[in-house]
């Protein structure tokens, strides 16, 4: 990815959190020349578990087909003692018919919710044992405390207000129609390092062509 498309994705993220009257943590605010201070500064817990912005084409070099915008607000962790909650929170913000691919977690139960904006669109197919999609499996999800069962890799449509439940080992893909999405998870702990299996060979994070100044810096660049 362009620095300049992360820095453009970050800003917009803010202006439509500020449309929806979202207000977020002092440290979705800090600006990359400021980092170096903060981390002098107690916001050690930020860093660890890589809270703030995450921008990424999953390695795909489109980020308008292949994309997500994050930012992580909370979260534990799976193998540090020190941080114990055992939940995590982010908002996601998916442009139109952009998509996150087909993934799945090991260990993270998640609600992904449509805070507002376009339909969120999605795919739901359960894993086989050698981690391809099952395509004979029904798959049945809680939309908002009722049962649904859909069929393999059948599009399932979140209007603004709805959330559907994605249990362990469920894969799933995503997109937005009718406009971006402002979207919404509450889930167990989140490791992006060692809990997500993507069907086809990616890269969790980008990689950056810094073809202009960072305005912001990623949770992924905060040890660099």
């Not at 800090?30 to 980092?35: D, P, Y």
């Not at 442009?95 to 799945?104: A, E, G, L, R, S």
């Not at 959330?163 to 919404?184: D, N, Q, T």
Request: proline share 4%.
């Amino acid at each position: 990815m362009k620095r300049s498309q992360i820095n453009y994705a970050i800003d917009k993220a803010l202006a439509m959190a500020e449309t929806f009257r979202i207000s977020l943590p002092e440290f979705a605010h800090f600006t990359a020349s400021s980092w170096s201070q903060k981390r002098h500064e107690g916001w050690h817990e930020v860093q660890d578990l890589q809270l703030g912005w995450d921008v990424t084409d999953f390695a795909s070099g489109c980020f308008r087909e292949t994309g997500l915008t994050l930012l992580t607000l909370r979260n534990g962790s799976l193998s540090d003692p020190r941080y114990t909650k055992p939940y995590a929170e982010k908002m996601l913000q998916i442009q139109q018919d952009q998509q996150t691919p087909w993934h799945f977690h090991y260990h993270k139960m998640e609600d992904i919710i449509n805070r507002g904006g376009g339909d969120l669109c999605m795919q739901l197919a359960w894993a086989t044992l050698d981690e391809q999609l099952d395509q004979q499996r029904h798959v049945s999800v809680m939309i908002d405390g009722c049962q649904r069962t859909l069929k393999p890799a059948e599009t399932l449509v979140l209007h603004p207000g709805q959330s559907v439940c994605l249990p362990v080992g469920l894969y799933h893909r995503f997109w937005a129609e009718k406009g971006i999405v402002m979207g919404w998870e509450i889930s167990m702990v989140n490791d992006d390092h060692t809990d997500n299996r993507f069907l086809e060979a990616g890269g969790r994070f980008p990689s950056i062509e810094e073809d202009e100044p960072a305005r912001w810096l990623l949770c992924s660049e905060y040890r660099q």
